[in-house]
């Protein structure tokens, strides 16, 4: 059973160009109790770890609670109201960041998770 304190590590790590735009999904399923929804996207937050630069390039945009399904690489469908997508962009070659995604559910509870995006030459 899900509790209000639920976080989610998302499975996948993520790698990508620089130069990539693209919609990437963020499952909350196994933190969500049965019939439990995500309301509302809070907050999308970018950390770069380890900084060779001290900056970070790597942004988000456009986030919502997915109004369809999506399938995550794994073969995985995630049930509408139960992920994040965002349309991910930039970033520094070379390095790691940390994307946190902030949400509040349907029964009101907080919960959290994070990726991991690497980025390639």
């Not at 060779?52 to 997915?66: H, K, M, P, Q, R």
């Amino acid at each position: 059973m899900a509790t209000s304190n639920d976080s989610v590590f998302f499975d996948e790590e993520f790698r990508k160009h620089s130069y990539d735009e693209d919609t990437y999904g963020f499952s909350f399923s196994p933190a969500l109790d049965s019939g439990e929804t995500i309301s509302t996207v809070d907050a999308i937050t970018i950390e770069l770890v380890n900084p060779t630069d001290g900056t970070s390039s790597l942004t988000a945009a456009d986030e919502a609670v997915n109004a369809a399904t999506f399938t995550l690489r794994d073969g995985t469908t995630v049930a509408i109201g139960k992920g994040v997508q965002a349309t991910i962009a930039g970033g520094t070659e070379g390095q790691k960041y940390h994307v946190h995604v902030k949400v509040t559910t349907s029964t009101g509870a907080k919960k959290g998770g994070t990726a991991i995006f690497h980025v390639d030459a």
